[in-house]
């Protein structure tokens, strides 16, 4: 089977490393890939989705998978099942779960998915007097995609009131923010939860647990992600029970009722308060580096995975979870989340480790190759993995691997999987 995967990322390079192992697949295509994913297949650079497809069609591609969220919002499912093409992600439609934070709030509402108390509004007097109704924290979110950084967590009336002003007149966000969301804030610990989806039936992966902030014990800037584990302990039968009841079957339900049947990767943010499950946010697309750790859990054919829930299959598929742990840690540039960084060239030491050979591996992101040498020339640059019997064999793992990497201005949080260990 021929695959394309559109996208650069760690993420992709994943997917692409996960289906390399994989004996159904015989030619990888990325698009554009990074640095590193033309030692899995080929790189490939197209500039429209049509061009895209047309190449897809060309090379009798068999399946096509969406790494990001910014060709699902735009289209390029609807344009290739256009052209009868098998493709894995939601179509236009159905990506707005992400693309607008309102659409998905008022979708949760309508089908009764438990999610914060809100109002959407672009209307700043309506804002200002939902606003002093609740007592801070508050949360203020723009309507539309900001990369991650348009969520306002206020620490006073007047603080949510500045950010909800700021959003509307567009000064934060340009349009994305003209409309806003505001919202009571949920005290509780996240989790990420993704459900491989085919618009009627679904398969649940590992929860995992992102570390969102750059620096150690949740501290620094937002970044995308700076390491994750799976699965985490903080999650029992019980609450995965109340996630596919109370929020992932309604919602593909919903979204059946809706005409818009939600295929590809549900990325469901939850809140879990007081141990009821609470929608923070959707997401259609894999998360990332949680993707990076979820494709070695995987025992079943990742290809069958992908390729059965884009021809609305996955009810005949048995998926087969290892029975281990997998943590990653993110090394990131110099000047990461703020700015680039200059590029940096990358050394590997050579794995003599056993053990460290076989249970580890590097997903590469961040790197471009000039000259037969690699740099580091995205901010998070690659994720170090390690796959174990347990969370604390999975996280020794990946830190070991850790310092095999070698790149000028390399930062990476020392603290990956505390929640699940603090207490071990
Ligand atoms: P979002 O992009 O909506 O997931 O928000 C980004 C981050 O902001 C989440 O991962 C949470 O850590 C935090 N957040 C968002 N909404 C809320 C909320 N209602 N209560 C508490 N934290 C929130
Ligand atoms: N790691 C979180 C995300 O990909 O959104």
């Known amino acids: 089977m021929n695959v394309l995967i559109i996208g650069s990322g760690g993420r992709e390079y994943s997917i692409g490393l996960a289906l390399h192992k994989d004996p159904k697949v015989s030619k990888i295509y990325f ?29 009798t591609i068999d399946l096509t998978i969406v790494g990001p969220e910014a060709p699902l919002v735009e289209g390029v499912v609807d344009i290739f099942k256009a052209e009868g093409l098998t493709i894995f992600g939601p179509s236009k439609d159905a990506a707005r779960l992400e693309g607008s934070k309102i659409f998905m709030k008022n979708f949760l509402k309508k089908y009764h998915v438990p999610t914060a108390k809100y109002i959407e509004t672009d209307d700043f007097a309506k804002a200002s007097d939902f606003i002093d109704t609740l007592s801070a924290p508050m949360v203020v ?9 348009g969520v306002i967590i ?47 039936d679904y398969k649940v992966l590992p929860a995992a647990q992102d570390h969102k902030r750059l620096l150690d014990g949740d501290q620094g800037p937002n970044t995308g992600g700076m390491g994750a584990y ?18 992932i079957e309604p919602t593909l339900k919903g979204m059946q009722e809706e005409g ?14 007081d141990g009821e499950p609470k929608v923070l946010e959707y997401n259609v697309r894999f998360g990332d580096p949680e993707c990076e750790i979820l494709m070695p859990l995987i025992e079943s054919s990742v290809f069958d995975l992908f390729y059965k829930a884009a021809t609305k299959d996955l009810g005949t598929l048995d998926i087969r979870i290892a029975d281990k742990y ?30 460290l050979k ?11 190759k000039e000259d037969g040498k690699l740099f580091a020339t995205g901010g998070r640059v690659l994720v170090c993995v390690g796959v174990g019997e347990s969370i604390r064999e999975a996280r020794d793992l990946a830190y070991m691997m850790t310092g095999q990497v070698h790149f000028a201005g390399k930062k990476f ?8 260990l603090r207490d071990a």
């Open 358 to 368: 076989e249970k580890a591996h590097i997903s590469w992101a961040g790197v471009t």
């Open 413 to 420: 949080r020392k603290d990956i999987a505390y929640q699940a």
């Open 31 to 59: 698009a554009p890939g990074n640095g590193m994913s033309d030692t899995l297949g080929e790189n490939i650079s197209l500039d429209s989705y049509e061009a895209l497809a047309d190449f897809a069609k060309a090379k």
């Open 154 to 200: 206020a620490q006073s009336r007047d603080e949510a009131k500045e950010a909800a002003k700021d959003m509307l007149s567009g000064e934060s966000f340009g349009d994305a923010g003209k409309a806003i969301i505001v919202e009571e804030y949920l005290d509780g610990y996240e989790l990420s939860v993704f459900a491989i989806c085919d618009g009627k």
């Open 326 to 355: 997998a943590v990653g840690v993110v090394l990131a540039s110099k000047d990461y989340p703020y700015k680039s960084s200059v590029p940096a060239e990358i050394i590997v030491d050579e794995i003599v480790h056993e053990e």
């Open 141 to 149: 979110k723009a309507d539309g995609l900001c990369a991650g950084k």
């Open 260 to 273: 818009m049947p939600y295929e590809g990767v549900l990325f469901i943010g939850i809140m879990v308060v």
């Open 230 to 247: 799976a699965p985490t302990p903080l999650i029992d039968d019980l609450l995965y029970a109340k996630i596919n009841e109370r929020i």
